[in-house]
Structure formats: structure tokens, C-alpha cells
Nanobody, 129 residues
Framework: QVQVVESGGGLVQAGGSMTLLCTVS????????MGWFRQAPEKEREFVAC????????YYADSVKGRFTISRDNAKNTLYLQINRLKPEATAKYFC??????????????????????WGQGTQVTVSS
């Protein structure tokens, strides 16, 4: 039984920082590329970032480059998303996703949902002005 659990969301003022966490159980964590997606009210789910099994190959959506950092600790079965200089448009529910493979999948594959087989329930990030 695979479990994917996000945490770390909350209310933060614009310009602030926060770290999201995703813990995974029920599979070999270091055998999978991991990703973050988000969905804002009245909008479609969109790709945020992903990282290969080793942590050597991260990809980011253009909208978050320079402000978001994805990382992982395979010894802890944990994925992280460090968010700096938060903007109000970052307000969304953030989802952790587990890919079918651990290899470098490329930016195109990283940005589409079929690449990922397991999803968490999400953690809400709200950025106030």
C-alpha cells in the first residue's frame, strides 16, 4: 500500500518563505522521480517541479524558477519544496506525485500527469498581501 502525504502548508505573507514536505511509504523511494504540482481555485492543475532519483536533475516550471527549490532526502523517504519570495499567485493546493521511473525523464514528461502514478491529497498554501 503506497502512501503519499504532504505537509508544511499554511498562511504566509507575500515575500515570505516556507518549506513543503512529502513523505512516502510503501515503495522504494529512491527508485522514483518525484514531483510537485499545484492547483489554484478555478484553475487546472499545473506542474511546479520534479527531481530524479539521485537529486541530480531537477526541473522547474518557468513561473517558479529562481524562487522554488526542490530537493530530496532518500534516507528519510522525504521530498521537499523550499519556496522563497512568495507571491500571491502562489496560492494553491500543492500536490506531491510519484513517477513510474527514477531516471531523468526530461522537462516535457515531467510536466504531464501520466508520468506520475501516485498522488497525495495536497497541502494548502495561502499567500496574503
Amino acid at each position: 500500500q503506497v502512501q503519499v502525504v504532504e505537509s508544511g502548508g499554511g498562511l504566509v505573507q507575500a515575500g515570505g518563505s516556507m518549506t513543503l514536505l512529502c513523505t512516502v511509504s510503501g515503495l522504494t523511494f529512491d527508485g522514483h522521480t518525484m514531483g510537485w504540482f499545484r492547483q489554484a481555485p478555478e484553475k487546472e492543475r499545473e506542474f511546479v517541479a520534479c527531481i530524479d532519483w539521485s537529486g541530480d536533475t531537477p526541473y522547474y516550471a518557468d513561473s517558479v524558477k529562481g524562487r522554488f527549490t526542490i530537493s530530496r532526502d532518500n534516507a528519510k523517504n522525504t521530498l521537499y519544496l523550499q519556496i522563497n519570495r512568495l507571491k500571491p499567485e502562489a496560492t494553491a493546493k500543492y500536490f506531491c506525485a510519484v513517477a513510474h521511473t527514477g531516471w531523468d525523464i526530461g522537462l516535457f514528461a515531467a510536466a504531464i500527469s501520466p508520468t506520475f502514478g501516485y498522488w497525495g491529497q495536497g497541502t494548502q498554501v495561502t499567500v496574503s498581501s
